[in-house]
Nanobody, 123 residues
Framework: QVQLVESGGGLVQPGGSLRLSCAAS????????IGWFRQAPGKEREGVSC????????YYLGSVKGRFTISRDNGKNAVYLQMNSLTPGDTGVYYC????????????????WGQGTQVTVSS
């Protein structure tokens, strides 16, 4: 059974940066796309970014384009989300999850959700 574990969240001032990590354990075949999602209080979970199984294709939510960068290291079974120029609107619990091979904008098509890591952007 694959488990995904997020880390790297915290409290940061507006304009600051954080790097989130999503580490996979268990069956670690790399034929999975990994997506990052976030959920703010009272709001639905939304997709933030996704990277395909080979790392050749990535997608970003419009509001984070140019500020966030997703990457993966299949040798370490890890996916990272570098977040720069953070704003209060980026506050939420960030989750990673996976689906076979390619990214999708269907949140329900992802499985093996991690427990989430809290990101708070506030002065």
């Amino acid at each position: 059974q694959v488990q995904l574990v997020e880390s790297g969240g915290g409290l940061v001032q507006p304009g600051g940066s954080l790097r989130l990590s999503c580490a996979a354990s268990g069956s670690t075949r790399n034929n999975y796309a990994i997506g990052w999602f976030r959920q703010a209080p009272g709001k639905e979970r939304e997709g933030v970014s996704c990277i395909s199984y080979g790392g050749s294709t990535s997608y970003y939510l419009g509001s984070v384009k140019g500020r966030f960068t997703i990457s993966r290291d299949n040798g370490k079974n890890a996916v990272y989300l570098q977040m720069n120029s953070l704003t209060p609107g980026d506050t939420g619990v960030y989750y990673c999850a996976r689906r076979s091979y390619l990214c999708s904008d269907s949140v329900s098509s992802y499985t093996n959700w991690g427990q989430g890591t809290q990101v708070t952007v506030s002065s």
